[in-house]
């Protein structure tokens, strides 16, 4: 005796060798004991085989109209034998009841499921509709395989095509134009970008890295709508200082200027002046709205996406030869021995006699002779004395730290010549100066007075500010002032960058209240003590700075990349860092090389470039030789000494900068080009 019965969905076909009152023990043909219920049977039979009935069924099944079918069962619940007696005119043997059931069970959009054996046509309506859907269904798979076939033979479909970014940074999976995608991608073994790519979908790598962070964080466009900046409701006094501002030559935010005077007992009076924009951009204001999407200027080789719009930008950059609103700290201080005497903030105007920049002066102004009151020196009268305090800061900070700061890392500028968008056509000149050139030395250390002493005037007044500090060689951000050991003051409080930085700008919002209203100013003070706001302030802004600075960095490895294939260059000298890690020596592209022998730190090594990669922003080198004999640290950057979650990274402080977790340690290197300076990095 055999058995037909239902397991698991399907039908299977076995002897029977046992048999009880509520199930069986059956044997497959296979060999396999199984047992089932009673209730699972649907066929009992003699002949044929269990294996034969299946087989002879299953063929016999395909000869039976479906359409007929349905149209010739009973409209109400029926058992299968049923309908087979009244299609075969005849009682049904048992290949016939089996290929009747496994016709009828293989097509639910016909026939619904009522129970063991019994099933009930479907209504016409829900017929009509499930048929429509299959058909469909079929045209989208005959449409999704016609696509892939396509993109297999090197066309993009004129729908992928218009959805590529979509497809690539915002996919909806349950579409036919993704599911086709991914399918290629499948069957190509390759990814979506790449493949996009390679099909025209994007110009070049460097489209996709930019459209995948504008989608990510600018999904509403990197412009503005045009912005009315409110008046000032104050009449601000005009400054008689002689004021100027150094800069790099493409920076257009110009947030800071220095001035000097020397007193009659000797002492100097220095003027670090910084533009004001929180007194038209105040918090919850329309212009504030915009500042806290964006938290800071985006750079980019070649481009930036400012944080402010273009008139606020306008209405307070420090330009030369007009008055602008300042916000000014004037510190009297000695200049030999770096002791401050007093200081005052003031909220007033100030005219820049010129905006210098470090492109034409550097190579000008010099440690020698700045140090040498006989020399040449373009505005000596101005950079001499601000540089001999700038010394002795310096050195008063260095007896905090307990050891003298080293600022040997090589700074690299980008600066594209042509449409950025267009890397073919587009030339790219990389160029590097020491991070303790005389006047980057000079601008940073005023700035870190500022934000120390800006950090302390919030501090006394009891009104909040957002701080850096650095204890136990953890940076962190805060509403507290606490010290900064790496940097050597008792407390820093980001304020010189207003117009590219929010967190400045918040912070400049608290110090006008605290200049205009003294201790009574966390009345009155746009952020009160304790408020939760100014700590929501801070964990965007962190996870904001550190998307940008990563961003930043892709971006300067792609054109590290495109500066390689426009210099032509097969063989490259590069600096070793550790392990099989380098960095090469004319661009701050860090890679490894599997090849590298066990060398020392700073050893100069010449590598044969096999190849590169653009969308993985890689480079594969091979070692060729050790190029110098002895081997130097003079152009190997200074070791991280900090790690802070707005840089992302943790840095290892036995090793450098890894490529994967490289960022500015909080002495800050600049940005290249319209980018920060040295001070606020840190």
């Known amino acids: 005796m055999h058995v037909l019965y239902e397991d698991d969905g399907g039908f299977k076909a076995a002897t ?30 003699e002949q044929p085989s269990p294996e034969a009935l299946l087989k002879e069924a299953d063929a016999a099944s395909q000869d039976l109209d479906l359409e007929f079918l349905w149209e010739c069962a009973p409209k109400d619940d029926f058992d299968i034998p049923v309908l087979a007696e009244e299609y075969y005119g005849h009682a049904p043997t048992p290949v016939e009841q089996t290929a009747m059931l496994l016709r009828v069970h293989g097509a ?95 110009p070049s790598a460097i489209a996709i890295h930019k459209r995948r962070f504008y989608a990510q964080h600018f999904p509403r466009g990197t412009g503005f709508a045009p912005a009315e900046v409110p008046a000032i409701a104050r009449d601000l006094p005009l400054a008689d200082v002689e004021a100027y501002s150094v800069d790099d030559i493409t920076t257009t935010e110009i947030d800071d200027a220095l001035s000097v005077q020397a007193l009659d007992d000797g002492t100097l ?30 750079y980019m080789p070649g481009a930036k996406i400012p944080m402010q719009p273009d008139e606020v930008i306008a209405a307070f950059s420090l330009d030369a030869g007009r008055p602008v609103p300042a916000l000014s700290l004037y510190v009297v201080a000695h200049p030999d021995t770096g002791e401050i005497l007093s200081h005052e903030s003031r909220i007033e105007r100030i005219v820049v006699r010129e905006n210098l920049r470090h492109n034409t002066l550097d190579d000008l102004i010099g440690e020698e002779q700045l140090d040498d009151p006989a020399a040449e020196l373009p505005y000596g009268h101005v950079f001499r004395p601000l540089w001999r305090l700038a010394k002795a800061l ?90 900064h050991d790496s940097i050597g003051v008792p407390q820093y409080a980001w304020c010189t960058s207003p117009l590219r930085r929010y967190v400045d700008l918040v912070n400049q919002g608290q110090l006008i209240a605290a200049i205009e209203h003294g201790v009574s100013a ?47 260059l097969r063989r490259i000298e590069a600096v070793v860092l ?36 653009e969308l993985d922003l890689s480079l594969d080198c091979r070692f060729l030789d050790v190029v110098d004999a002895q081997g130097g ?43 920060p300076k040295p001070e606020e990095g840190a």
């Open 522 to 568: 966390r009345l009155v003070a746009p952020f009160k003590p304790r408020e939760a706001d100014l700590y929501a302030v801070i964990s965007a802004f962190e996870a904001k700075y550190g998307a940008y600075a990563d961003f930043q960095q892709a971006m300067e490895r792609f054109w590290c990349l495109r500066w390689i294939k426009q210099q032509g």
């Open 108 to 202: 639910p959009v016909y026939f619904h499921r009522r129970g063991k054996g019994k099933y009930r046509p479907a209504p016409p309506d829900i017929l009509a509709a499930a048929l429509a859907a299959l058909e469909k269904k079929k045209r989208q798979a005959e449409q999704q395989q016609a696509w892939v076939d396509e993109i297999k033979a090197g066309t993009l479909p004129e729908p992928l095509a218009r959805q590529a970014e979509t497809l690539l940074f915002k996919p909806d999976k349950n579409t036919l134009e993704w599911k086709a995608l991914d399918a290629a991608c499948t069957q190509l073994q390759m990814r979506p970008e790449r493949l996009l790519m390679n099909l025209g979908a994007f």
């Open 269 to 298: 009076r220095v003027g670090i002046h910084i533009a004001v924009p929180a007194l038209a951009v105040t918090r919850d204001s329309d212009l504030d709205a915009l500042a806290r999407a964006r938290m800071s200027t985006v």
């Open 394 to 483: 310096s050195r008063r900070r260095d007896e905090v730290r307990g050891k003298p700061e080293s600022n040997n890392r090589v700074d690299f500028s980008f600066y594209v010549d042509g449409d950025p968008d267009h890397p073919e056509s587009a030339h790219v000149r990389i160029e590097q100066r020491k991070r303790n050139a005389p006047l980057d030395r000079l601008v940073a250390e005023y700035m870190i007075l500022a934000n120390n002493l800006w950090g302390g005037l919030l501090s006394s007044c009891g009104v909040p500010g957002i701080y850096r500090s650095q204890q136990m060689g953890r940076v962190r951000m805060g509403t507290a002032a606490a010290p």
């Open 16 to 45: 029977v060798l046992s048999e009880t009152d509520t199930s069986l023990q059956v044997e497959a043909a296979s060999g396999k004991r199984s047992k089932i219920k009673k209730s699972a049977v649907i066929v009992r039979f």
């Open 633 to 675: 640290a003079e152009d190997i950057e200074d070791e991280p000494t900090a790690e802070t979650a707005a840089e992302i990274a943790e840095t290892d402080a036995a090793d450098g900068p890894d490529p994967t977790d490289q960022r500015l340690d909080d002495a800050g290197a600049p940005a290249p080009g319209d980018g």
């Open 578 to 613: 550790r392990e099989d890690l380098v960095r090469l020596k004319d661009a701050p592209f860090y890679t490894r090389v599997g090849t590298l022998p066990e060398l020392e730190r700073g050893r100069h090594v010449l590598l044969e470039i096999m190849g590169d990669d």
